[in-house]
């Protein structure tokens, strides 16, 4: 067991007993945590979906499924595996309870780029009543993921923080470093193991070709210059994140800027002329601006009405809204 990453995890279950499960290997956290010169394995427990292959609905007759959990461990002097089983039963006895499997609801917004920020809406179920005594540094769940990155949520989620049993919640968090991609998972892991993904966090096209969790795309943060002249032919370096991959086509004020090279953090670009001179002091598209919560108030005094339109709260919006 000197590399924790090399055994391989086995589940027999109790309802089905003619089933031996092969589980996920250990990920590199577990190992982490595993001690295996005093015999500790830490191992995150996989979804029953992924561990069975199926669907979650062909489980849904089950309030719980249980296992008993053996380890086959490779070691550099010994050829075959060694079986390893715990020699009191009860402590390599797993039970999956649904009411303590969180479940993710979606990303909001979807598209996300770097540094973005994002919520994920869940529901932890039974699982806030398994958290105590939380230490100053950690929060109530492990961590949240988009492909693997982590979601930060340093600025909003404390150890104090509470979340509604059986009820929609939602965490507010910034997104790191993400490669472009149509599709990535989401995940979200609590000391019962990873949340159950919904099938309504998939947002689909109107002819259900093209479905996703979450996407990434490029993001710009600042260009060289915003000024130029109508003869073009000025240099712009564009500096932001998400360039790599090339294929970039640019435009600035409709008139294209011809990309002569890139990296992933940012491109250079020569811009072509232009026919007339740039409008100024007109709104463009842009950020996507604050959102506002209002509250209607109708006052009704001896004859007269009073009808009002108050503002409560003001936010960064988190889609492009008006």
């Known amino acids: ?85 715990c020699k009191t039963e009860s402590k390599c006895k797993i039970v999956y309870h649904r009411h303590y499997t969180p479940v993710i609801h979606y990303l909001n917004p979807p598209v996300v780029y770097q540094d973005a920020t994002t919520e994920l809406w869940f529901d932890p179920k039974s699982t806030m009543n398994l958290i105590t005594d939380l230490q100053m540094d950690q929060k109530p769940f492990i961590n949240a993921r988009i492909h693997g990155a982590l979601l930060d949520f340093e600025d909003t989620v404390e150890h104090t923080t509470l979340f509604s049993y059986w009820r929609k919640n939602r965490v507010r968090g910034q997104v790191g470093e993400l490669p472009i991609a149509d599709n990535h ?45 109508k003869s073009g032919g000025q240099n712009l370096t564009v500096h932001g994140h998400g360039f790599g991959l090339g294929n970039i086509s640019a435009k600035l004020d409709g008139v294209d800027c011809k990309v002569s090279q890139y990296q992933e953090t940012s491109f250079s670009c020569e811009v072509d002329p232009k026919d007339t001179v740039s409008t100024t002091n007109v709104s463009q598209a842009g950020s996507h601006g604050l959102r506002v919560h209002q509250v209607y108030t109708h006052n009704r005094w001896p004859g007269w009405n009073d009808h009002n339109l108050e503002p409560t709260s003001k936010f960064l919006a988190m889609n492009f809204e008006t």
């Open 185 to 229: 998972s989401i995940s979200m892991t609590w000391e019962t193991g990873k949340a159950l993904v919904l099938d309504h966090a998939l947002h689909c096209d109107i002819t259900n070709t093209t479905c996703y969790q979450a996407k990434s795309v490029p993001v710009i943060f600042n260009v060289s210059s915003n000024t130029g002249y």
């Open 1 to 85: 067991m000197d590399n924790p990453q090399s055994n391989n995890i086995v589940l027999r279950s109790k309802e089905f007993p003619d089933k031996t499960l092969m589980a996920p290997s250990l990920t590199e956290d577990d190992s982490f945590n595993s001690q295996p010169l005093l015999g500790n394995l830490a191992y995150r427990l996989p979804s029953i979906e992924k561990l069975f292959g199926l669907p979650l609905e062909q489980f849904d007759t089950f309030g719980s499924l249980t296992f008993w959990l053996e380890v086959y461990a490779n070691h550099d002097l010994v050829e075959e595996p060694v079986h390893m089983k």
